[in-house]
Antibody
Framework: QVTLKESGPVLVKPTETLTLTCTVSGFSLSNARMGVSWIRQPPGKALEWLAHIFSNDEKSYSTSLKSRLTISKDTSKSQVVLTMTNMDPVDTATYYC??????????WGQGTLVTVSS | DIQMTQSPSSLSASVGDRVTITCQASQDISNYLNWYQQKPGKAPKLLIYDASNLETGVPSRFSGSGSGTDFTFTISSLQPEDIATYYCQQYDNLRITFGQGTRLEIK
């Protein structure tokens, strides 16, 4: 059974760095053709892809947020970590991690709402 | 980056109606297009992958078509449980983009 679960702070202050962890089970982060993405959704708005990482450690970032994002993985812990620097209230959103397989997101975490406020 | 233009942004239809949503890519993406359903407070669910393939377990009233830049998602006979927001997503170069979503309501 494949599951993904996001964890991290629910509240961060402006200018702080956000660190989110996605813990996966039911598959290995070393599986070929699979990766894990981070996707966010501001309240009432559309989905926005942030970054992904694949089994060979290939990484890709959203063009608009690239300077603020870092994605990494610890295969032994089955975890993918996203850091986003210089948080702003406009970054308030539900952050999802999802498994990407052949370009499709077939499994998603439940999402975690992160609010940016002083 | 490839832009996805999804329309309409909202749609009201009656149970039993045929519903169609379109997505247009800013450049040729072959068939690298997926469709998702998202219900309030829930994560999106994959319905259609590679433009026209039905994900396992998804009812056959859902279908997709298209290639290149123009894509269509259809519900052949709308059911009450289909009320949700639907998103297209492209992965042509693994730099992912989503459409802006279509909110589907019952008339």
């Amino acid at each position: 059974q494949v599951t993904l679960k996001e964890s991290g702070p629910v509240l961060v202050k402006p200018t702080e760095t956000l660190t989110l962890t996605c813990t996966v089970s039911g598959f290995s982060l070393s599986n070929a053709r699979m990766g894990v993405s981070w996707i966010r959704q501001p309240p009432g708005k559309a989905l926005e892809w942030l970054a992904h990482i694949f089994s060979n450690d290939e990484k890709s970032y959203s063009t608009s947020l690239k300077s603020r994002l870092t994605i990494s993985k610890d295969t032994s812990k089955s975890q993918v970590v996203l850091t986003m620097t210089n948080m702003d209230p406009v970054d308030t959103a539900t952050y999802y991690c999802a498994r990407i397989y052949s370009g499709s997101y077939d499994y998603w975490g439940q999402g975690t709402l992160v609010t940016v406020s002083s | 980056d490839i832009q996805m233009t999804q329309s309409p942004s909202s749609l009201s239809a009656s149970v039993g109606d045929r519903v169609t949503i379109t997505c247009q890519a800013s450049q040729d993406i072959s068939n690298y297009l997926n469709w998702y359903q998202q219900k309030p407070g829930k994560a999106p669910k994959l319905l259609i992958y590679d433009a026209s393939n039905l994900e396992t377990g998804v009812p056959s009233r859902f279908s997709g078509s298209g290639s290149g830049t123009d894509f269509t998602f259809t519900i052949s006979s709308l059911q009450p449980e289909d009320i949700a927001t639907y998103y297209c997503q492209q992965y042509d170069n693994l730099r992912i983009t989503f459409g802006q979503g279509t909110r589907l309501e019952i008339k």
